[in-house]
């Protein structure tokens, strides 16, 4: 499984406490309740040693712990607990709804995290002030975030082979990796992608994947061909492995064709990688007939003949692969100098707090700081509606309205509460 939709939940946060300080010989304790804990976050960490997303299958919500609420004394919740979820590096994280990148985990232990905790609501004992004595309000914890989110995974590696069915490419993966891919003589043995570390010295290596083999179609989904496909996008480079024995009557050169044809079609940026040409099975009778005609095709383009079975000519393409690898991260490195910028950054603009939309019903005003003040209001204490009402005022979400026509009696909607608009309803503030 390299595709999967899940469900994250991060935790609530947990509610403020209404409490008085009751003692013996202490008539006027005062408010001590205490704040809630902080929701946890769910978080998504990349790791290595995973290759699939098959354990979401069977659990497909992750739910992190929510904050515990306030006490008495002054106590305050503890936070809930974080939800840790290991995928595997390579996994691009999107929203389900609106398919928007929320990560491209690419390097191991990388983290995001894609649903934040709510804040504890304060306790009564944070309200004191020396006008507000015996404060009887507390706020409720704020919901943690909830959506849906859908995973692909696609492999990180530096040189893809591809090719027709029974090409051999697991066998040279084989032949130049400790991979262990199964190897048969019929098509589609590989039902999933290989990756396998060719090393060349010491310190010289480069990953090279094995990636099923495609057929034609395999843009439109044929043979699995999009599961495949999405594999070979992140690599910088290709190895076209084809059949010069023509096994199966297969012709390389057609192969060759319909190869670049069902890349460009898939992603038009997969053709302009660069790449090498390996004319496989070089070791059986058929191919020396195929090899002058195939090499009069690509002219004075390098081609490689090599037998997976039996090593020849592998090393000659696996060093000349590594050649062109360094020659490429070079260029890249000289287009990233060369683009580098060193002007001061002009400050940002701040960001609205709230938007305010007028419509046919009245109201509505939209925005994270609004929309938690209401969420964690107790709408059924006098007390916290009028703290609440302050908030709106202070940010600006009332002369907002007054600026924007509103008059007595008109419905305002913040999330999914109505409130009627009445300026002068609490204490004669307007």
Request: glycine share 12%; with cysteine; charged share 25%.
């Amino acid at each position: 499984m390299d595709t999967a939709k899940i469900e994250v939940k991060a935790g609530n946060g947990g509610n403020g406490c209404i409490s008085f300080r009751r003692e013996k010989y202490v008539p006027r304790g005062g408010p001590d309740g205490g704040s809630g804990g902080h929701g946890g976050d769910v978080i998504f960490v990349a790791t290595l040693g995973m290759s699939t997303l098959i354990d979401f299958r069977h659990n497909p919500r992750q739910v992190a712990g929510n904050g515990a609420h306030g006490t008495g004394k002054q106590r305050n919740g503890a936070d809930g607990a974080d939800c840790i979820v290991k995928v595997p590096v390579g996994t691009i994280v999107r929203t389900l709804d609106t398919a928007e990148v929320l990560a491209d985990l690419t390097v191991p232990a990388q983290r995001v995290v894609v649903a934040r905790g709510g804040i504890g609501g304060k306790g009564n004992a944070r309200f004191k002030s020396s006008t507000f004595q015996a404060p009887r309000v507390a706020e409720k914890g704020e919901p943690g975030e909830e959506r849906e989110i859908s995973l692909e995974v696609k492999l990180i590696a530096d040189v893809g082979l591809v090719g027709y069915p029974n090409a051999g490419k697991s066998t040279l993966l084989a032949r130049t990796s400790a991979a262990t891919p199964k190897i048969a003589a019929y098509p589609f043995t590989t039902l999933r992608p290989n990756l396998g570390v060719v090393r060349i010295n010491r310190e010289q290596n480069f990953v090279l994947a094995d990636i099923p083999g495609l057929i034609e179609g395999a843009h439109k989904g044929a043979g699995l061909g999009h599961q495949f496909l999405r594999h070979i996008e992140r690599t910088k480079m290709l190895i076209y492995v084809l059949d010069l024995g023509a096994t199966d009557g297969r012709d390389p050169v057609a192969d060759y064709e319909q190869l670049n044809l069902e890349l460009g079609h898939y992603n038009a940026m997969l053709t302009e990688l660069p790449h090498l040409i390996a004319l496989n099975k070089i070791d059986m009778p058929e191919s020396a007939a195929n090899l002058a005609r195939v090499q009069a095709y690509f002219g004075k383009r390098p081609v490689f003949p090599i037998s997976a079975i039996t090593g020849e000519g592998v090393n000659r393409l696996m060093h000349q692969a590594y050649r062109s690898l360094r020659h490429l991260e070079a260029r890249a490195r000289t287009a990233a100098e060369a683009t580098m910028t060193f002007e001061p950054k002009l400050p940002s603009e701040p960001r609205a707090r709230f938007e305010l939309v007028e419509t046919a019903d009245g109201f509505v005003i939209r925005g994270g700081e609004p929309r938690r003040a209401v969420l964690m209001t107790d709408m059924e204490n006098e007390q916290a509606l009028i703290l609440l009402y302050r908030k709106l005022k202070k940010m600006g979400v009332m002369n907002a309205l007054h600026r924007a026509g509103a008059v007595e009696g008109d419905t305002v909607q913040i999330d999914e509460f109505e409130f009627t608009y009445s300026p002068r309803a609490l204490h004669g503030e307007s």
